[in-house]
């Protein structure tokens, strides 16, 4: 059975400072992983798709790595704002015969000014 | 473009009532899923529909149900409403069953009193 930790739960970091959030998942049989952020009380903006036959993607200070082999993921934020507070969650897919996502619980952001 | 759309966005209904909630996916998407979201148990899959068919489902009991019309829109109905059936549903489509990359709606806030 699929299962999918991210790590730490909380993190509390200055404006400015780089940061790492990390994702596990216990079946390194995967079809893609996604990075998503939610603010509180909405829904799941899509920050970025890695596919299994990838190692990393990229968007704007964003930086999504994965490693199948050992099954993990890590999302990469230079220059944090105090606009990127929020939940971010990272959610594996199986294999292309199903839309299912498996989530992580979440680690919850807070940039301080 | 617009994005998915899930109504209403808030619901307030009692023990033992059913409810409806309604789901508009991206314009040429074919695939939609419904997720619960809880503070507890965190993003679970309830169901997954392509071309009118429930392809895969998850592990909650027969009272919630869901079906998917010709126009891709989906509707999800949970009956017999019990106080832990209170959380955030959010409703999902991508462009096909399996297809990369998934994108979320605001979400439906159900409470049940």
């Not at chain 1, 998503?36 to 920050?47: E, I, Y």
């Not at chain 1, 490693?67 to 594996?92: E, F, H, M």
């Not at chain 2, 919630?64 to 999902?92: I, K, P, W």
């Amino acid at each position: 059975k699929q299962e999918v930790t991210q790590i730490p739960a909380a993190l509390s970091v200055p404006e400015g400072e780089n940061l790492v959030l990390n994702c596990s998942f216990t079946d390194s049989a995967i079809y893609n992983l996604q990075w998503f952020r939610q603010d509180p009380g909405k829904g799941l903006t899509s920050l970025l798709l890695i596919q299994s036959s990838q190692r990393e993607q990229t968007s704007g200070r964003l930086n999504a790595s994965l490693d199948k082999s050992s099954g993990r993921s890590t999302l990469y934020i230079a220059a944090s704002q105090p606009g990127d507070s929020a939940t971010y969650l990272c959610a594996v897919m199986r294999s292309s015969n199903t839309g299912k996502l498996i989530f992580g619980q979440g680690t919850t952001l807070q940039v301080k000014p | 473009k617009a994005g998915v759309t899930q109504t209403p966005r808030y619901l307030i209904k009692t023990r033992g009532q059913q409810v409806t909630l309604s789901c508009s996916p991206i314009s040429g998407h074919r695939s939609v899923s419904w997720y619960q979201q809880t503070p507890g148990q965190g993003l679970q899959f309830l169901f997954e529909y392509f071309s009118e068919t429930q392809r895969n489902k998850g592990n909650f009991p027969g009272r919630f149900s869901g079906r998917q019309f010709s126009n891709s829109r989906s509707e999800m109905n949970v009956s017999t409403l019990e106080l832990g059936d209170s959380a955030l549903y959010l409703c999902a489509s991508s462009l096909a069953q399996g297809f990369a990359e998934a994108f979320f709606g605001q979400g439906t806030r159900l409470t049940v009193v």
